[in-house]
């Protein structure tokens, strides 16, 4: 049985007749094969990627699974359309905190069409992308059983200064973002989420460490997703923080050269996380005493 | 008494009734101020940098020093102008190769005007600067005495593919530079000057270093100088491999947020050297008895 994703925060959404992914429930995600040339390339990307000798497992696990195309009813009811069949990567989450952020400060490859390089710029100079090299497309935060997720707004993410940008990725591992949401976040769970030998900070080293070498594709318009379960956090075991690669329509050749594009805005995350691994309570003082959701 | 830099290879250039920047023999380079805000940043950048105590030594010295400004006769014959005055970096250089490289694959900054962005992206996009995070603006390599310099157009330069440019950069360090210009590059100064602990690899890592971390400033259309003595190579004595930054008209504030544009052309060129270290013969074979210079 296929349903709507229960947890995508970003990207082309199904339901109330539109067009989107569909899940089912042996862990597979069907992403509508877009009928123009993004499409076929997204389909060229996972069918190279998938086969390609000279990627490592340490980084292949930073990528989706891909299982070929199927046609299957699509979530529109325009009858059997052509799916990408990809793992689903929120399979096994009980209540996953997400955050979708899309890499590179230029969202366009250099032999786009110059209609799509114009949309682009202008969307990469109206966000965040050309001043932090990268935006966030999306989030969702669990709180507790009875609040559920904040899920903003999200084009009231894709714009934001630095410091706004630090305060999200703070929330995303505070334990009182809802309750406490114009509290300054505790970022209680920094240390298990983003710190550690497996966190989310030395997972992003290990795909630095990658596209400082590599120059087989060059990744625009992807983007990265964060992932943990704050129920275990809570818990006081390992949340299981975790980064994804994904949306590979844009994907070019590398030709020689490293994706300096991809790089220059993943060291840019980077040094966000970094700076709240390191001064996790920057502003505590203000709110010390107060823990919205506990 | 002052006179045209001998050593210059991109920019603006003094000489036939045009303005550009003298030095004189005490090793003092003046470099006219442009009229417009070009000029106005660019000093407002020395005053700021050369008083920044943020900024460490083993960083500062990347950059000329700078000495104030002065009311000098510009080289275009117009009378009293001012300009800035700083280190003239070939001072104490007798035949040195030069390779001026522009960084970021945007040479704009977010907040210019549209008639300049348009006029930078364009170039950006018909140059290296896309597709490699950088461009080659200039170069002279030293040959012998005879010979003395390769320096070709300087249009020529800025829009080749990678393996031409890392060609150029083969040789750059190498001996064979002048009479077997159509030879594969022998890089005979490769180790000595990429390679070693104080050669231009090990500083453009410290650099790299200095720019994951620091949010200060943004270096739109800067560039790197790379100088070494190709006559001491030849004696088999320490080359003098220095790199410099140079260029800040463009320069703005950092405001929480890395420089994802220069630091992802820096790790690009960074990627280039360390292949040529890797592997400098990697054609030698077709050529490997040749030796042109020697």
Partial sequence: ML???????????????????LVDESGRFYKPLQGDERGSNELKFYTSFSSDSRIPEHISKFFPTFYGTQLIEASD????KPHLVLEDLSIGRVNPSIVDIKMGSRTWAPEASEEYIQKCLKKDRETSSLPLGFRLSGIQIYGNKESGYWKPERTSM??????????????????????????????AFAATVYGGSTGILSQLLEMKAWFEDQTMYHF???SILIMFEKGLALEGQNPGGQIKL????????GRGAIDH?????????IKF?????TAPNEHKSLVSSVNGVN
Avoid: R, W
């Avoid at 709507?4 to 067009?19: D, E, F, W, Y």
């Avoid at 505070?174 to 300054?184: C, K």
């Fill in 220 to 222: 625009y318009s992807c």
């Fill in 3 to 21: 349903k709507i994703p229960p947890h995508q925060v970003a990207g082309h959404q199904a339901g109330n007749g539109k067009l989107g992914p």
């Fill in 158 to 187: 894709q714009n934001l200064p630095a410091e706004e940008v630090k305060l999200i990725l703070k929330k995303f591992v505070s334990s009182n973002t809802l309750t406490g949401m114009d509290l300054q976040p505790d970022c």
């Fill in 77 to 80: 009811g325009s009858g059997l």
């Fill in 273 to 277: 996380i970094s700076e709240i691994l």
């Fill in 246 to 253: 994904i949306d590979f329509a844009h994907v070019i050749e």
């Fill in 261 to 269: 594009n991809f790089l220059g805005g993943l060291c840019s995350l």
